[in-house]
């Protein structure tokens, strides 16, 4: 492949045929990372590229309105007894995963800026969330708002607002925790009920998102952590989807839980933990402030630094980062005070200066090849609920590719590491993709002009060359050691 | 009968269970034929083994975890009892084809998901030291090493040199795999991609086969694949989701008991699947930890140490609870918080490997486990 698209495969993901290439790869792509470029996407098949309309995507308000009504509406509807076409009704004017996951996917195949929505995607798997409990409405809030928004600021300020936001709190449990000695489980033991501590999200809030086990923390630092945590949750959807309250009502009982109507800022007094706490030799002060002040410190660890230098070597350049490629970032971290602009811009350099090919995530390649190809994979969002004969529900897209951040998994999130996707299931699904892009997809180049348009390498136009029929051709194309980033160009 | 009944959809949604076949006999080597299958399954998260097997003779269960404990438990000896979620199992256990290990773990104390998980595949003697897995070390030694068969191959079947993975593709607009085209793509590799594209090319030959997508289906299919001639000769399951931190549960209908059932079902989804097979079967199950003694603020529990083990198989024919029984009161907690682990539950993995595989216990102890001192529990479950 020539310098611009072997750049945009590892770091980007690729150019569009419309696009005119930069002379000077590296400077482009560290300009991409400041690119504005609304969530673009397609109303219908066939219809031209326009930033996504406002209605579908509401704020963190109307999204717990829209959940709890859905619930209220499900609940009193008797679900089991509900016709089809209610079911269908409520959950299209309520409920937001498929609509979101099909804007995450038009942003992907649309967007101007390739480079941050791969940086993105590398956070939104840092914090790996998923849908569960009631969670849906969330996730793809998560990523447009906690994560995108703050790309070109410090990861301080990402860590706090991901930490405290409702899909992370919901999903690592936080919601109920309650310290051991604040009101909640004071009234809650007069009244013979259980209440109190949940460590989940202080747990991998250490493990996983900033310090790591390298760190040595102890179980106390975890339970620590834990009580600073205690008190962050979000609206009692109870509350919120009462319909017998006005929301003037319904305001006053969140300012008199939290002293806000954010839910993305809520923080419960009474549920709070008393007192300072020490995690890892800090002092954390109590109160709506300590969390920002861990999360702070945390985020200045050298331990911090370090993991998540490896992590983004990995993701990016080499499935075993070099100690050179690590430390090359982690001085970048370090002398920027975190500075997610310095820290990509590091990664983009040494990314862009080694040769090594990199195996993309299934649905980077997917994004990827439709890019290349000009093929309409994804339908339009006023389609969302429709069905169509050739072309998949994007939700089942994604489970078929066996990789979405909504899927519920584990908290570590997937792999950067080949090693953990080279199997022939996978592979048998690429193959069933690229021929289900060519086949309900359309293409609007030939194999043949994708190739020259990329400067593609002696052993795919052979392997190319070798197949016939023209669909055989494309399948060959994208499965091919270069398009897959197995062996190099 | 396997009781569950999900759509495709729900069970992607809700459960997300995945199964891996291993050990193809090679060619040539026949006649050694090890004696039986082993079965592992993933139990990803956590297990409860207090809530699975609760020692209701311990005096102190009820008072520590009341809103964990199943009322309605089946009483197994006059000291354990076993949860309402197991009926098939404890059906098992009448018929003398099923044990359980109870106060175990693998020797990790650190209660991180990861690299407990990382330990209890790679069996190694610390999280991330090993590349490959105890089961296909295990499969090596008994020279099958072979194929094996999800979505990703979970680190426990690794080592062997060919593996397999297998989870039907649904993809609309896609045709049947075309052996030449792939055999040409294979071919355009030079490195690893070329043997896992020939894995899909041998796969193109093969009549399609349409396995429902849930658990209970997944351990039919499993079994009826071992217990052909020459079938593989080993089978992971990995069941995610038993991480339950908040509104754990106490009976068959809460989070935990839940999870509890998909274990049920998968144990009789196998049996049926394994038909006369099963009289040479063994299956385990494999958590990364139990849960803390303690129920937390959130009604539900932390990440702990020991736990239970659950054995099912033909090759098991007298059912019995195996266990040095550490006490649950403060003081004989791990850390006064953790149910103590006082058996190495890699000592129950090295003896179902012998049983399956006839492998002998040294050789497991030290090219298996790397631990020539582990000690042998062979009799303590198949005598």
Not at chain 2, 43 to 69: H, I
Request: some cysteine.
């Amino acid at each position: 492949m020539n310098e611009q698209y072997r750049v945009a495969q590892k770091l980007g993901l690729m150019f569009q045929a419309d696009t005119p290439l930069p002379d000077d790869i590296k400077a482009w792509a560290i300009s991409q990372l400041k690119a504005k470029s609304p969530a673009l996407g397609i109303s219908r098949l066939g219809a031209k590229v326009k930033p996504w309309p406002k209605s579908l995507q509401p704020d963190l308000m109307e999204r717990d309105t829209m959940f709890a009504n859905w619930f209220q509406r499900n609940k009193i509807g008797d679900s089991a007894n509900a016709s089809n076409a209610e079911r269908q009704a409520n959950q299209k004017e309520n409920l937001m995963r498929e609509k979101d996951q099909l804007k995450f996917s038009h942003r992907n195949v649309y967007g101007k800026d390739q480079v941050r929505l791969r940086f993105a995607s590398f956070w939104a798997n840092h914090f790996t969330t998923g849908d569960v409990h009631d969670n849906q409405n969330h996730i793809g809030h998560a990523i447009d708002e906690a994560i995108l928004a703050n790309l070109n600021g410090d990861f301080s300020r990402m860590l706090y607002k991901v930490t405290s936001h409702p899909a992370m709190l919901i999903y690592l449990d936080n919601i109920y925790s309650a310290g051991p000695n604040s009101n909640e489980v004071k009234w809650a033991k007069q009244k013979g009920e259980q209440a109190g501590l949940n460590d989940n999200l202080g747990r991998e809030l250490l493990e996983l998102h900033t310090v790591s086990p390298s760190a040595k923390y102890s179980e106390e630092d975890i339970r620590s952590t834990a009580k600073v945590l205690a008190g962050w949750g979000v609206f009692p959807g109870m509350l919120w989807g009462n319909n017998k309250i006005t929301v003037k009502q319904k305001h006053a009982k969140l300012i008199q839980m939290a002293g806000t109507t954010d839910t993305w800022d809520f923080f419960k007094r009474d549920a709070a933990e008393p007192g300072t706490k020490t995690v890892m030799g800090k002092v954390i002060p109590k109160g709506k402030g300590g969390l920002r002040q861990l999360t702070d410190f945390l985020a200045a660890h050298e331990h911090t630094v370090n993991h998540i230098s490896f992590k983004l070597t990995q993701h990016f350049i080499s499935d075993n980062p070099s100690q050179s490629d690590i430390d090359y970032i982690a001085n970048a971290w370090k002398k920027s005070n975190g500075n997610l602009d310095q820290i990509h811009r590091a990664v983009i350099e040494r990314a862009v200066a080694s040769k090594e090919p990199k195996f993309q995530w299934p649905m980077t390649w997917l994004f990827q090849v439709i890019r290349l190809s000009g093929a309409t994979f994804f339908l339009g969002w006023d389609q969302v609920d429709d069905y169509d004969d050739s072309i998949m529900a994007t939700r089942k897209i994604f489970e078929e590719l066996g990789q979405s951040f909504w899927h519920v998994r584990q908290p570590n999130g997937y792999s950067s590491a080949k090693s953990e996707w080279l199997s022939g299931e996978m592979f048998e699904r690429r193959i069933r993709f690229a021929d289900a892009i060519y086949t309900a997809g359309k293409p609007s180049f030939t194999s043949q002009q994708i190739m020259n348009r990329i400067g593609a390498n002696k052993t795919t136009r052979e392997l190319v060359n070798s197949v016939a029929g023209r669909k055989e051709q494309f399948i060959a194309l994208m499965c091919s050691p270069e398009l897959m980033g197995l062996e190099n160009a | 009968m396997p009781k569950v009944n999900l759509t495709r959809r729900e069970f992607l949604k809700v459960s997300g269970a995945s199964l891996f076949l291993a050990g193809l006999p090679l060619t040539g080597f026949t006649k050694d034929k090890p004696p039986g299958t082993i079965s592992v399954i993933l139990l990803e998260g956590g297990m409860d083994g207090l809530t699975a097997v609760p020692p209701f003779g311990d005096p102190n269960l009820l008072k520590m975890r009341k809103g964990l404990t199943p009322d309605n438990y089946l009483k197994l000896n006059s000291f354990f009892g076993l949860h309402p979620s197991f009926k098939y199992f404890g059906g098992l256990m009448a018929k003398n084809n099923a044990s359980i290990v109870h106060a175990t773990n693998f020797p990790y104390t650190k209660r991180s998901h990861f690299e407990g998980q990382n330990l209890m595949q790679g069996g190694g003697l610390s999280p991330f030291s090993e590349t490959s897995g105890w089961l296909g070390r295990a499969l090596d030694l008994a020279k099958t090493p072979g194929r094996s068969m999800s979505l990703d191959m979970p680190l426990v079947l690794r080592g062997m040199s060919d593996n397999d993975n297998f989870y039907p593709a649904s993809v609309k607009g896609s045709s049947d795999l075309m052996t030449q085209l792939i055999n040409s793509i294979s071919m355009s590799y030079a490195k690893e991609g070329s043997e896992i594209f020939k894995k899909v090319s041998k796969k193109s030959t093969q009549k399609n086969s349409i396995v429902p997508r849930n658990p209970a289906s997944l351990a039919k299919f499993a079994g009826k694949a071992m217990a052909q001639e020459g079938g593989p000769l080993s089978s992971v399951i990995k069941v995610d989701q038993f991480d339950t931190h908040a509104s754990q549960g106490s009976d068959e209908y809460g989070r935990h008991g839940k999870r509890l059932t998909l274990i049920d079902d998968i144990i009789a989804g196998y049996k049926e699947g394994l038909g006369d097979a099963w009289d040479r079967s063994i299956i385990l199950t494999l958590t990364e930890f139990g849960r803390t003694v303690f129920e937390n603020g959130t009604r539900g529990t932390e990440h702990g140490y020991g736990s239970a083990g659950l054995l099912a198989g033909g090759a098991i024919t007298k059912s019995r609870v195996i266990s040095d029984w550490p006490g649950l009161s403060k003081k004989e907690q791990f850390e006064q918080r953790d149910l103590m682990s006082t058996i190495d539950y890699r000592s129950v993995c090295a003896a179902c490997i012998e049983n399956a595989l006839g492998l002998d216990h040294d050789l497991i102890a030290d090219k298996v486990f790397f631990s020539p001192k582990l000690p042998r529990v062979y009799n303590n479950i198949f005598s």
